[in-house]
Protein backbone atom coordinates (compact mmCIF):
# COMPACT_ATOMS: atom_id res chain seq x y z
CA UNK A 1 0.00 0.00 0.00
CA UNK A 2 1.56 3.06 -1.10
CA UNK A 3 -0.05 6.12 0.24
CA UNK A 4 1.77 9.55 -0.16
CA UNK A 5 0.28 12.93 -0.91
CA UNK A 6 1.93 16.45 -2.05
CA UNK A 7 0.16 17.91 1.21
CA UNK A 8 2.52 15.79 3.91
CA UNK A 9 2.47 12.53 5.45
CA UNK A 10 2.51 10.93 8.78
CA UNK A 11 3.30 7.48 9.84
CA UNK A 12 4.03 4.04 8.15
CA UNK A 13 2.67 1.06 7.83
CA UNK A 14 4.58 -2.12 8.23
CA UNK A 15 6.16 -1.87 4.73
CA UNK A 16 7.18 1.20 5.97
CA UNK A 17 5.28 3.13 3.16
CA UNK A 18 3.91 6.23 4.83
CA UNK A 19 0.41 7.34 5.81
CA UNK A 20 -1.61 10.54 4.15
CA UNK A 21 -2.50 13.15 6.42
CA UNK A 22 -4.40 15.67 3.92
CA UNK A 23 -4.84 19.84 3.81
CA UNK A 24 -4.16 22.34 7.15
CA UNK A 25 -2.90 19.55 10.04
CA UNK A 26 0.24 18.36 7.34
CA UNK A 27 2.36 19.76 9.73
CA UNK A 28 1.40 18.94 12.79
CA UNK A 29 2.82 17.30 16.12
CA UNK A 30 2.58 13.89 17.42
CA UNK A 31 1.19 13.12 21.11
CA UNK A 32 2.64 9.55 21.89
CA UNK A 33 0.85 7.54 24.79
CA UNK A 34 0.56 4.06 26.05
CA UNK A 35 -2.53 2.24 24.07
CA UNK A 36 -4.54 1.81 26.83
CA UNK A 37 -4.82 5.63 28.07
CA UNK A 38 -4.57 6.21 24.60
CA UNK A 39 -7.83 4.44 24.10
CA UNK A 40 -9.78 5.52 27.36
CA UNK A 41 -9.05 9.07 26.03
CA UNK A 42 -10.47 8.56 22.43
CA UNK A 43 -13.62 7.36 24.28
CA UNK A 44 -13.51 10.28 26.82
CA UNK A 45 -13.42 12.37 24.11
CA UNK A 46 -15.75 10.94 21.64
CA UNK A 47 -18.60 11.00 24.79
CA UNK A 48 -18.11 14.78 25.39
CA UNK A 49 -20.15 16.67 23.31
CA UNK A 50 -18.01 19.55 23.44
CA UNK A 51 -14.51 17.51 22.59
CA UNK A 52 -13.81 17.33 19.11
CA UNK A 53 -10.50 14.36 18.76
CA UNK A 54 -8.40 14.93 15.37
CA UNK A 55 -6.57 11.57 13.37
CA UNK A 56 -5.62 8.86 15.93
CA UNK A 57 -2.30 6.66 14.79
CA UNK A 58 -2.17 3.27 16.37
CA UNK A 59 1.01 1.46 16.70
CA UNK A 60 0.83 -2.23 17.54
CA UNK A 61 4.08 -3.15 17.79
CA UNK A 62 4.85 -0.06 19.98
CA UNK A 63 1.26 -0.51 21.81
CA UNK A 64 0.63 3.06 21.49
CA UNK A 65 -1.16 5.61 20.23
CA UNK A 66 -0.65 9.01 18.57
CA UNK A 67 -3.19 12.28 18.19
CA UNK A 68 -2.19 14.81 15.84
CA UNK A 69 -2.09 18.11 17.60
CA UNK A 70 -1.53 21.64 16.54
CA UNK A 71 2.10 22.62 15.12
CA UNK A 72 4.04 24.50 18.12
CA UNK A 73 2.37 21.88 20.91
CA UNK A 74 5.62 20.01 21.61
CA UNK A 75 7.33 22.91 22.67
CA UNK A 76 5.42 22.91 25.42
CA UNK A 77 3.96 19.67 26.14
CA UNK A 78 5.32 18.29 29.39
CA UNK A 79 2.15 15.40 30.35
CA UNK A 80 4.08 12.60 31.96
CA UNK A 81 4.09 9.57 30.42
CA UNK A 82 3.84 11.03 27.30
CA UNK A 83 5.70 12.70 24.28
CA UNK A 84 5.00 15.34 22.21
CA UNK A 85 7.19 15.61 18.53
CA UNK A 86 7.21 17.97 16.28
CA UNK A 87 6.60 15.85 12.77
CA UNK A 88 6.14 18.60 10.34
CA UNK A 89 3.46 16.01 8.49
CA UNK A 90 6.77 13.91 6.87
CA UNK A 91 6.63 10.58 9.56
CA UNK A 92 9.75 11.31 10.95
CA UNK A 93 10.56 14.12 14.06
CA UNK A 94 12.49 16.52 13.87
CA UNK A 95 13.47 18.01 17.29
CA UNK A 96 16.48 20.16 16.92
CA UNK A 97 16.30 20.40 13.07
CA UNK A 98 15.63 23.69 11.54
CA UNK A 99 12.14 24.60 10.66
CA UNK A 100 13.47 24.78 6.83
CA UNK A 101 15.32 22.09 6.69
CA UNK A 102 13.50 19.25 4.36
CA UNK A 103 12.67 16.35 6.29
CA UNK A 104 13.42 12.78 4.40
CA UNK A 105 11.47 10.36 3.83
CA UNK A 106 10.15 8.03 6.45
CA UNK A 107 12.38 4.93 7.83
CA UNK A 108 11.15 1.57 6.63
CA UNK A 109 9.35 -0.51 9.14
CA UNK A 110 11.61 -3.14 10.94
CA UNK A 111 11.00 -6.56 9.99
CA UNK A 112 8.83 -8.68 12.38
CA UNK A 113 10.75 -11.21 15.05
CA UNK A 114 11.15 -14.13 14.05
CA UNK A 115 8.92 -16.53 16.34
CA UNK A 116 11.47 -19.45 15.83
CA UNK A 117 11.28 -22.88 14.02
CA UNK A 118 9.64 -24.29 16.93
CA UNK A 119 6.52 -22.05 17.80
CA UNK A 120 3.42 -24.04 16.04
CA UNK A 121 1.75 -21.09 12.97
CA UNK A 122 -0.94 -20.92 15.08
CA UNK A 123 0.18 -19.70 18.44
CA UNK A 124 1.76 -16.90 16.82
CA UNK A 125 0.25 -13.32 17.00
CA UNK A 126 2.08 -10.82 15.26
CA UNK A 127 0.51 -7.51 15.98
CA UNK A 128 -0.25 -5.23 12.68
CA UNK A 129 1.84 -2.57 12.11
CA UNK A 130 0.80 1.05 12.27
CA UNK A 131 -2.76 2.18 10.85
CA UNK A 132 -5.28 5.19 11.88
CA UNK A 133 -7.58 4.39 14.31
CA UNK A 134 -8.94 7.53 13.40
CA UNK A 135 -8.47 8.23 9.77
CA UNK A 136 -7.85 11.87 8.39
CA UNK A 137 -11.17 13.22 6.96
CA UNK A 138 -13.55 11.26 9.94
CA UNK A 139 -12.49 13.61 12.49
CA UNK A 140 -11.54 17.06 13.29
CA UNK A 141 -8.36 18.55 11.43
CA UNK A 142 -6.35 18.08 14.87
CA UNK A 143 -6.94 17.85 18.56
CA UNK A 144 -7.45 20.28 20.81
CA UNK A 145 -3.95 19.73 23.66
CA UNK A 146 -6.06 21.20 26.63
CA UNK A 147 -8.46 19.17 25.76
CA UNK A 148 -6.39 15.97 25.08
CA UNK A 149 -4.66 16.97 28.36
CA UNK A 150 -7.79 16.55 30.31
CA UNK A 151 -8.91 13.28 28.72
CA UNK A 152 -5.26 11.55 29.15
CA UNK A 153 -5.22 12.94 33.06
CA UNK A 154 -9.10 11.50 32.87
CA UNK A 155 -7.88 8.31 31.84
CA UNK A 156 -4.87 7.67 33.68
CA UNK A 157 -7.42 8.07 36.85
CA UNK A 158 -9.54 5.57 35.14
CA UNK A 159 -7.18 2.94 34.80
CA UNK A 160 -5.33 3.77 38.07
CA UNK A 161 -8.91 3.13 39.75
CA UNK A 162 -9.21 0.06 37.80
CA UNK A 163 -6.30 -1.46 38.52
CA UNK A 164 -6.08 -0.57 42.27
CA UNK A 165 -10.03 -2.15 42.79
CA UNK A 166 -9.96 -4.91 45.56
Not at 32 to 47: C, F, H, M, S, Y
Not at 76 to 92: E, H, K, Q, V, Y
Amino acid sequence: MSATNESGRVGADTSGNVLPLPGAAAGCDLVTVPARQGLEAVDILRRDADASVGPVLHDNRCRTLGFLVPPGTAEGWDLPGSSCTRTLGRGIPTDGLADDRPAGPAAPAPPPPDPGPTAPADLVDEPPGTGWLLPPGTTGQVTDPAVLREALGRAARMIEAADNRC
